[in-house]
């Protein structure tokens, strides 16, 4: 039995192991925890998902409605990805739940991910929510929370990630679209045509109903955007979060009626940590975006490019299962100055691998990173992996404390 949240939470994240998605379902109607519970909101895709999941429950919220959240990975602590009404299961929800699912969690040998994503289900299930809405891990056919039985499915985009686990771009369509279920809503905020004819023939074949968001162009900032007769206003936030913030609008208005008078603060304040989020840095403000893909990094830029930001210092590491050379030389184009770091992670990319390039430089450790960028740059740009950034921001915090 744990008692110490901290000895639970790596007991937690030490677990690895390969199985399939029906020997977790077996594992799941074991224990008599329902896939099939109350108004079910399952969304993929390659960027956006934890933003447009943010954005839901907030308009959710902002109408009344109590509703639970899943989504990875973790930025502050690992409670962070079972939420209700946007606050962490607590240690001793947590605690309880790990404990009572102990045996079955050794006897079949659950990994971390179907851990979370069991004890989110029997969390959920003991409590009276309007709405359960669940992000995927990494694709959606065989992501271990394909288990759902959801009202809605939804697909932010999809982009090239994660390919050494899904394979090439029509493979990664056909693993995402996994999620859409027989005689249900699908929405998805993706533009490409070709991929459009997918989704929509997949949902023929299943007796779905495809909605898609229309596209919506914004070049200046603040970012202002429309969704029917409403207006919006996204200061302090990446341009793609236009883009998710209308899916969610999407989604919610197949659900409920929405009230302008408490939509648009809902969407305007519904910040997603480590999105474009700024923190302080000595006398500077220092901008965190977690674009760990190169679409990510492609929108990021786009932010920089309409906010016309200068002087500019990039300080960037991800995980080495990524194209780190594709993301870098995609920064270096758009002329800024990339300083590539590293960080205490048993994935984290290994500097002597990187190639040297102008503009470029190659530090030991984002502590360095940020202190050398200070000296040169006047705005500085923390992004790259969700884990990297996570460490960074609670570094930045950390300082923030120790300066007051």
């Known amino acids: 039995m744990f008692t110490d949240i901290d000895e639970a939470i790596a007991y937690i994240e030490s677990k690895r192991s390969k199985r399939t998605i029906d020997q977790f379902r077996e594992t799941l109607n074991k224990c008599h925890i329902l896939m099939k519970q109350k108004n079910m909101i399952h969304i993929a895709g390659t960027n956006g998902k934890g933003s447009t999941v943010n954005y839901l429950r907030s308009i959710l919220n902002?109408?009344?409605?109590?509703?639970?959240?899943f989504t990875s990975p973790y930025l502050i602590c690992h409670n962070d990805r079972i939420r209700v009404d946007d606050v962490p299961i607590s240690d001793e929800d947590l605690l309880k739940y790990l404990n009572q699912y102990y045996t079955v969690i050794e006897e079949d040998q659950l990994s971390m991910f179907e851990i979370d994503v069991l004890i989110m289900l029997a969390y959920f299930q003991s409590l009276d929510l309007d709405y359960r809405i669940i992000e995927t891990g990494i694709g959606g056919q065989n992501d271990k929370t394909n288990v759902i039985d959801p009202i809605v499915s939804a697909i932010t985009n999809i982009g090239l990630d994660h390919q050494k686990q899904l394979g090439d771009i029509y493979d990664i369509i056909n693993e995402k679209m996994g999620i859409i279920k027989p005689n249900q809503m699908f929405i998805t905020s993706e533009t490409k045509g070709t991929i459009l004819a997918r989704f929509q023939e997949q949902c023929d074949a299943m007796g779905a109903i495809m909605y898609v968001v229309p596209e919506y162009q914004v070049s200046r900032y603040p970012f202002h955007f429309r969704y029917r007769d409403m207006a919006f206003t996204l200061e302090n936030q990446g341009i793609y979060q236009v883009t998710n913030a209308r899916l969610a609008l999407t989604i919610a208005s197949k659900l409920i009626k929405l009230d302008p008078l408490v939509t648009t603060p809902a969407v305007e304040h519904a910040a997603w940590?480590?999105?474009?989020?700024?923190?302080?840095?000595?006398?500077?403000?220092?901008?965190i975006d977690g674009a760990h893909n190169m679409p990510g990094i492609q929108a990021l830029l786009q932010t920089l490019r309409v906010k016309k930001e200068k002087n500019v210092a990039i300080v960037f590491s991800c995980?080495?299962?990524?194209?780190?050379?594709?993301?870098l030389d995609e920064m270096l184009k758009a002329g800024y100055h990339v300083y590539i770091t590293t960080f205490q992670d048993e994935r984290a990319i290994d500097l002597a691998t990187i190639q040297p390039r102008p503009h470029m430089t190659i530090v030991k450790s984002y502590t360095e990173a940020l202190q050398t960028a200070y000296i040169k740059k006047q705005h500085i740009v923390?992004?790259?992996?969700?884990?990297?950034?996570?460490?960074?921001?609670k570094h930045l915090i950390e300082l923030q404390k120790e300066e007051k």
């Open 273 to 287: 940590k480590g999105r474009y989020e700024t923190l302080p840095y000595h006398d500077v403000q220092v901008d």
């Open 319 to 327: 995980l080495n299962d990524r194209d780190v050379d594709e993301m």
């Open 382 to 393: 923390v992004t790259g992996s969700l884990h990297f950034i996570s460490k960074v921001r």
């Open 62 to 69: 902002a109408h009344g409605y109590k509703v639970g959240t």
